[in-house]
T-cell receptor, first 111, second 113 residues
Framework: GAVVSQHPSWVICKSGTSVKIECRSLDFQATTMFWYRQFPKQSLMLMATSNEGSKATYEQGVEKDKFLINHASLTLSTLTVTSAHPEDSSFYIC???????FGQGTRLTVV | GNSVTQMEGPVTLSEEAFLTINCTYTATGYPSLFWYVQYPGEGLQLLLKATKADDKGSNKGFEATYRKETTSFHLEKGSVQVSDSAVYFCALSATSGNTPLVFGKGTRLSVIA
């Protein structure tokens, strides 16, 4: 099946710094990728849709200037959490259709 | 809009017990339905899926049947093991194929020996 690889799997950063998370489709091309966020013991909520070659589409309430998404190629989308704060600590996970396969997820802790 | 409703957890069962986790959905058209499992500290693993009415998805002893008449996709397993302890998410995707998943809130299962 389709393989989606996400990196890093976990990261700890200081408040005010930026963190980049990569999502790669390993054996297929993905014009669209989705970024989700999961708070502890909660479900996954869609943050944004990443579109290759065009701007990302953000869900209501998600700050596009804080969560920068770049989909520069057909196999790579990146999510950059800018000026991170402790409340940004969460589990971030990407997926790429078709097949609804997910990356391994990235646990971000901001201290 | 599309939505998924899952039974609230946590669910605690003894080993070898029968498992049912209820899932119902609201959607326009003919969505695809999924069950995912999330083990502690890990990402999501696709457990099974069904893409049309009356399809049965199955994997690792788990089964779910796409019931359009009752808009349901209940997850079942005849005999659970301690290693099945995890959080289970029901999800749907619209038929276009390039749409994101809508998740239920998740059901935490604990299986005790």
């Amino acid at each position: 099946g389709a393989v989606v690889s996400q990196h890093p799997s976990w990261v700890i950063c200081k408040s005010g710094t930026s963190v980049k998370i990569e999502c790669r489709s390993l054996d297929f091309q993905a014009t669209t990728m989705f970024w989700y966020r999961q708070f502890p013991k909660q479900s996954l909520m869609l943050m944004a849709t990443s579109n290759e070659g065009s701007k990302a589409t953000y869900e209501q309430g998600v700050e596009k200037d804080k969560f920068l998404i770049n989909h520069a190629s057909l196999t790579l989308s990146t999510l950059t959490v800018t000026s991170a704060h402790p409340e940004d600590s969460s589990f971030y996970i990407c997926s790429a259709p078709p097949g609804a396969f997910f990356g391994q997820g990235t646990r971000l802790t901001v201290v | 809009g599309n939505s998924v409703t899952q039974m609230e957890g946590p669910v605690t069962l003894s080993e070898e017990a029968f498992l049912t986790i209820n899932c119902t959905y609201t959607a326009t058209g003919y969505p695809s339905l999924f069950w995912y499992v999330q083990y502690p500290g890990e990402g999501l693993q696709l457990l099974l899926k069904a893409t049309k009415a009356d399809d049965k998805g199955s994997n690792k002893g788990f089964e779910a049947t796409y019931r359009k008449e009752t808009t349901s996709f209940h997850l079942e397993k005849g005999s659970v093991q301690v290693s099945d302890s995890a959080v289970y998410f029901c999800a749907l995707s619209a038929t276009s194929g390039n749409t994101p998943l809508v998740f239920g809130k998740g059901t935490r299962l604990s299986v005790i020996a």
